[in-house]
T-cell receptor
């Protein structure tokens, strides 16, 4: 039962353009969402998060959008840089689960020159 | 840099042996989480511990796996009588307090069972 889904296993974007990574979820109890970035042989690094009471959160080049009615969130990276090439994981936490995170399967982003 | 530390980074065990994975949380963090990542999959929650207490072990296999976070020292994930299916990357994360959603991950331990 995959409660957090990232349907695009990979994405290729040119440097300077926008990268849009998508994530869908099925559990209505999720109230907090996070994006992590992961390089090979390293642990995930926290990128940006959003509470379910908001529909947008921005931090520099990174913006996360949340559409609760569609149970969908997306991460926008503008402009994309070669150093952004990594695997991006969407994660969610449900009310009352003491911050246990449920992860998607990841999207591998490659930013080309 | 007082980040989350995990050791060993790589561990090779033969079937039937025991594996011990260690995690030292970030300074000031008293909440520890263990996750497992199988090849080509996302991270799966295993267990959540505070000092001397297991808070949520709903993701732990019922047999052969155990975890602890003693008053002194690192958190330890123990896998007894390892099997090939235990081969995975095991990540530890820590957070400063209950209810803090952002978790900070260590570099992981890659367990290979031969």
């Amino acid at each position: 039962d995959q409660q957090v889904k990232q349907n695009s296993p990979s994405l290729s974007v040119q440097e300077g353009r926008i990268s849009i990574l998508n994530c869908d979820y099925t559990n209505s109890m999720f109230d907090y969402f996070l994006w992590y970035k992961k390089y090979p042989a390293e642990g995930p690094t926290f990128l940006i998060s959003i509470s379910s009471i908001k529909d947008k959160n921005e931090d520099g080049r990174f913006t996360v959008f949340l559409n609760k009615s569609a149970k969908h969130l997306s991460l926008h990276i503008v402009p994309s840089q070669p150093g952004d090439s990594a695997v991006y994981f969407c994660a969610a936490s449900a009310i009352g689960t003491a911050s246990k995170l449920t992860f998607g399967t990841g999207t591998r982003l490659q930013v080309t020159l | 840099n007082a980040g989350v530390m995990q050791n060993p980074r790589h561990l090779v065990r033969r079937r039937g042996q025991e594996a011990r994975l260690r995690c030292s949380p970030m300074k000031g963090h008293s909440h520890v989480y263990w996750y497992r990542q199988l090849p080509e999959e996302g991270l799966k929650f295993m267990v959540y511990l505070q000092k001397e207490n297991i808070i949520d072990e709903s993701g732990m296999p019922k047999e052969r796996f155990s975890a602890e976070f003693p008053k002194e020292g690192p958190s330890i994930l123990r896998i007894q009588q390892v099997v090939r299916g235990d081969s995975a990357a095991y990540f530890c994360a820590s957070s400063p307090r209950e209810g803090a959603y952002e978790q900070y991950f260590g570099p992981g331990t890659r367990l290979t069972v031969t």
